[in-house]
């Protein structure tokens, strides 16, 4: 899997992850986007239009950074899932628990709302 | 391994190492290719396989088990995966669905693989016989070509 994050204008920051989140990538992926997001408060915004396939590990890898950040008064929403990731993460009930939203600029837009009515 | 009910069928034996995933999704896109099936059945395929076999997997180091057996065909008009392993029983049919989280604070972080299971699949059949335990998950698709 490849991870590339970009700070956005409007503070937020994007994180795009890149591949398959099973097992192997899964538990890559883990670490280096633990390592963004869980020492620092962020409006961050997870792009998962280029993973292709998540299994259960991806799951965990979602959940416990979004309560990380969720800790730290942050926080991390999903966006642009392809079909198959958007049943998994229904299936799971992660979209009633970690803001899933359909492209980037809505989830920033909901963020940044979000954020001003803090 | 019980014997599926049509042609053509494909079989594959992988270690317990995690680094065998890889080649366990790409045997299962390369028959579902060939079978012609549908785009969306290949990836529940890729998925529940995935699931079943890194399950076989986490627990195969400490009970001594070593190889994972897969086979591919058809009963019916189903596709069939039958997964076999030698680690001790293990019957998922009989795991409880998990509680819905209600907040991120409180959402497990783990156990979603069964229940991908039951979701991404249309249904699980499962026996233990000669130390083994026989997964069978079943696929609803076009008849064979």
């Not at chain 2, 790409?26 to 290719?33: G, L, M, S, Y």
């Not at chain 2, 076999?53 to 009963?75: E, K």
Request: with cysteine; charged share 20%.
């Amino acid at each position: 899997m490849d991870l590339r994050s970009e700070q956005l204008a409007d503070g937020v920051e994007k994180i795009s992850l890149v591949g398959r989140m099973d097992s192997i990538g899964g538990h890559d992926i883990n670490v280096r986007l633990s390592a963004l997001v869980a020492n620092r408060k962020l409006l961050a915004v997870v792009d998962l239009s280029e993973v292709s396939f998540l299994a259960s590990i991806g799951i965990r890898t979602l959940v416990v950074n979004a309560r990380a950040q969720s800790m730290r008064g942050g926080v991390m929403a999903l966006a642009s899932p392809q079909p198959l990731v958007a049943e998994v993460l229904k299936m799971a009930g992660i979209d009633t628990i970690i803001p899933v939203y359909p492209d980037v600029d809505s989830a920033c837009n909901a963020l940044m709302a979000g954020a001003g009515s803090r | 391994m019980t014997s599926l009910g049509g042609e053509p069928q494909a079989s594959l034996t992988v270690g317990s190492e995690l680094g065998e995933l890889a080649r366990v999704s790409a045997w299962v896109h390369d028959w579902a290719e060939g079978q012609r099936l549908p785009p969306r059945v290949a990836l529940n395929l890729d998925l529940c396989s995935t699931e079943v076999v890194t399950n076989i997997m986490t627990h195969a180091s400490s009970q001594g088990a070593q190889n994972i057996f897969l086979r591919l065909g058809w009963q019916g008009q189903d596709v069939a995966l039958e997964v076999e392993d030698e680690c001790g029983e293990f019957d998922p049919r009989q795991v409880p669905e998990p509680a819905p989280a209600t907040s991120i604070q409180d959402a497990r972080i783990g156990g979603w693989g069964i229940p991908i299971l039951r979701r991404f699949s249309d249904g699980l059949r499962y026996s233990h016989h000669d130390g083994r335990n026989c997964l069978t998950l079943l696929f609803r698709a076009s008849a064979p070509p």
